[in-house]
C-alpha cells in the first residue's frame, strides 16, 4: 500500500522568501502526486499535481519537484505571502483500476507561516 | 454552482445515538468520498462511491455506512456513535475517479464530537 510522509509538522518562512516543503512516499506507479493546501475551518483545495512520469511541474509561484530514485516530492513557493499561510498536505492518487479507483492517500500536513 | 455542500456543520452526540451527516454536490460529479480528519494526521478515506448505486470501502469504513441512490447525494452514517467517531468529516467530489487525476473539490467539513 502507498505511504505518503510529510515530516516537518510546521515550517515557518519570512514573506519574500521561498517555502521548501517535503514529502516522501514508500511506493510508485504510474500515477499523480499532488499538493493540497487547507485554511482553518474550510476544505482543502487543489495546489498542484506531478504525473510519476514527470520531474517537475510549475505554476506562478508554485512549483513541485519529484525525485523518483529518492522517493521524494517537494513543493516551492517563491516567494512566500502571508496569505500562503496554510496547512500544506502531499497526497497520492491512484489512477488504476481495481479497489484503488480514485483513492487519494494523504500525508500528515505541514503547517505553513510566512510572517510579515 | 454551490460546489461541495455539508450539514450540519457541527454536531454533538452521545455515545449510542446514530445520525446522518449529509454531502450534495451540483456539478454532476460521479466520483464521490467520505474523509475523516484527526489531529497529527492526513485526511483519511472512509467510504467511496463511484456512481448512483456503486459504493465501497476506504481505509477506516467501519462504524459506518453509506449510500449513493442518487448522482448529487452521499450521505454518511454513523449507527451507533462512539468517542472514537469525534472527528472532523470532510465530503468530496471529482468528475472521475480516472486514469488521469481529476481535481477533489471538497466540502467545508462537519466538526462532531461523541460524548
Known amino acids: 500500500d502507498q505511504q505518503v510522509k510529510q515530516n516537518s509538522p510546521s515550517l515557518s518562512v519570512q514573506e519574500g522568501r521561498i517555502s521548501i516543503l517535503n514529502c516522501d512516499y514508500t511506493n510508485s506507479m504510474f500515477d499523480y502526486f499532488l499538493w493540497y493546501k487547507k485554511y482553518p475551518a474550510e476544505g482543502p483545495t487543489f495546489l498542484i499535481s506531478?504525473?510519476?512520469?514527470?520531474d517537475k511541474n510549475e505554476d506562478g509561484r508554485f512549483t513541485v519537484f519529484l525525485n523518483k530514485s529518492a522517493k521524494h516530492l517537494s513543493l516551492h513557493i517563491v516567494p512566500s505571502q502571508p496569505g500562503d499561510s496554510a496547512v500544506y498536505f502531499c497526497l497520492h492518487h491512484r489512477g488504476a483500476g481495481g479497489t484503488s479507483y480514485g483513492k487519494l492517500t494523504f500525508g500528515q500536513g505541514t503547517i505553513l507561516t510566512v510572517h510579515p | 454552482n454551490a460546489g461541495v455542500t455539508q450539514t450540519p456543520k457541527f454536531q454533538v452526540l452521545k455515545t449510542g445515538q446514530s445520525m446522518t451527516l449529509q454531502c450534495a454536490q451540483d456539478m454532476n460529479h460521479e466520483y464521490m468520498s467520505w474523509y475523516r480528519q484527526d489531529p497529527g494526521m492526513g485526511l483519511r478515506l472512509i467510504h467511496y462511491s463511484v456512481g448512483a448505486g456503486i459504493t465501497d470501502q476506504g481505509e477506516v469504513p467501519n462504524g459506518y455506512n453509506v449510500s449513493r441512490s442518487t448522482t448529487e447525494d452521499f450521505p454518511l452514517r454513523l449507527l451507533s456513535a462512539a468517542p472514537s467517531q469525534t472527528s472532523v468529516y470532510f465530503c468530496?467530489?471529482?468528475?472521475?475517479?480516472?486514469?488521469?487525476?481529476?481535481?477533489?473539490?471538497f466540502g467545508p467539513g462537519t466538526r462532531l464530537t461523541v460524548l
Open positions: 468530496a467530489s471529482s468528475l472521475t475517479g480516472g486514469l488521469a487525476y481529476n481535481e477533489q473539490f
Open positions: 506531478i504525473s510519476s512520469i514527470k
